[in-house]
């Protein structure tokens, strides 16, 4: 069982930046992609950055240029960076692997308003 605990969260402006942090109870050293995904409200979860073992990264299209991913394996951690934030960067963000964990955390609320 895999315990994912998310922070960085906040209210920010519209054109601001937040540095997200995903701390995991076990070593990622060996799960081939770690991901951030974010759920707005009425909305599904979707997936929006992921991190491969080896460097690689890809990111989801309204994101792509902004948001920046990263993974530390030596301290189970995963970041996601965000810049030039806007309104629809708003939900609830949680970190996870490809294909998903059964296990989530309680993910760290997103806000962007003036």
């Known amino acids: 069982q895999v315990q994912l605990v998310e922070s960085g969260g906040g209210l920010v402006q519209p054109g601001g930046s937040l540095r997200l942090s995903c701390a995991a109870s076990l070593n990622i050293f060996s799960i081939n992609s770690m991901g951030w995904y974010r759920q707005a409200p009425g909305k599904q979860r979707e997936l929006v950055a992921v991190?491969?073992?080896?460097?690689?990264?890809n990111y989801g299209d309204s994101v792509k240029g902004r948001f920046t991913i990263s993974r530390d394996n030596v301290k189970n951690m995963v970041y996601l960076q965000m810049n030039s934030l806007k309104s629809e960067d708003t939900a609830v963000y949680y970190c996870?692997?490809?294909?998903?964990?059964?296990?989530w955390g309680q993910g760290t609320q997103v806000t962007v308003s003036s």
């Open positions: 996870n692997k490809i294909p998903a964990w059964r296990d």
């Open positions: 991190a491969g073992s080896g460097g690689s990264t």
